[in-house]
């Protein structure tokens, strides 16, 4: 196999959407391609919304673990499904934070992936945060077929008293939960280990409860896909 910037390797080194050798004869690398990336479970199977819920009780057809996915308004929610699943348009990214408190069910062979609504939106009213409060915690308290919980918190803050509520209201639940970091490309690389121990302390978690992602680099995105699909019982 020829590598990459050798001659006769078709357009490399004057294709610019392509790795190889530039003009002044240094090495590029290929662009990151969006597309389905064959070494995540999630990208290889098939998905379909199912529906979006204003009822923690709804009953889906047929019954299966669900995985559920929740974390403050704004903390990178659905940038990270749809990166773990490799379908950019999925959940729809901040149009208007805050405004749907509705469950969102995403089907997979075996499992529902459930996008519960962001909480601490600062512009929310009190009705509408008492809507949300009693969805969410009537989901995380009675519903029997959740099989795990992805709490997403921003690399870059401390936890807020919102994500510390919601902590104590998953520890409740008695559910396994992995506490996901996002937005690590907003730090340097050898920061990134270091806010993550912090974080992961502030929060009294272990390091195998945590999991550092970025939706934009992919950074965690194929381990993530990996724990969720054995959270559901599946194999990856
Ligand atoms: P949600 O409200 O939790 O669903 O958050 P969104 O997925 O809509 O993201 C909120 C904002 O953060 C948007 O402007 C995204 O582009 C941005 N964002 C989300 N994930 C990342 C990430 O991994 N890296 C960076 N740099 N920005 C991100």
Aim: with cysteine; charged share 20%; hydrophobic share 35%.
């Amino acid at each position: 196999m020829k590598k990459a910037g050798q001659r006769g390797s078709g357009a490399a080194g004057r294709d610019r959407t392509s790795g190889g050798v530039d003009r002044r004869g240094a090495l590029r690398a290929p662009p990151l391609r969006p597309g389905p990336d064959p070494s995540n479970p999630l990208h290889t199977r098939p998905i379909e919304f199912v529906g979006s819920f204003p009822d923690a009780g709804v009953s889906v057809d047929p019954a299966l673990p669900e995985i559920a996915f929740i974390g403050r308004s704004n903390v990178g929610k659905s940038s990270l499904l749809n990166a773990l699943v490799g379908r950019p348009g999925l959940a729809r990214t901040s149009g208007s934070p805050g405004k749907t408190t509705l469950l969102n069910f995403y089907r997979m062979p075996g499992f529902y992936l459930v996008d519960l609504p962001g909480y601490g939106f600062a512009r929310a009213s009190k009705g509408a945060r008492a809507g949300y409060r009693k969805l969410v915690t009537a989901y995380l308290r009675t519903r029997s077929s959740l099989a795990g919980i992805v709490w997403l918190l921003d690399i870059r803050h401390q936890p807020s008293a919102d994500d510390l509520e919601m902590q104590e209201l998953l520890a409740e639940s008695g559910c396994p939960v992995l506490a996901v970091f996002t937005k690590a490309d907003k730090l340097t690389r050898s920061t990134q280990p270091v806010r993550a121990r912090q974080l992961a302390e502030a929060l009294g978690l272990r390091e195998d409860q945590v999991q550092l992602t970025s939706s934009q680099s992919k950074l965690g995105i194929t381990e993530l896909a990996a724990t969720i699909v054995a959270a559901a019982g599946g194999e990856s």
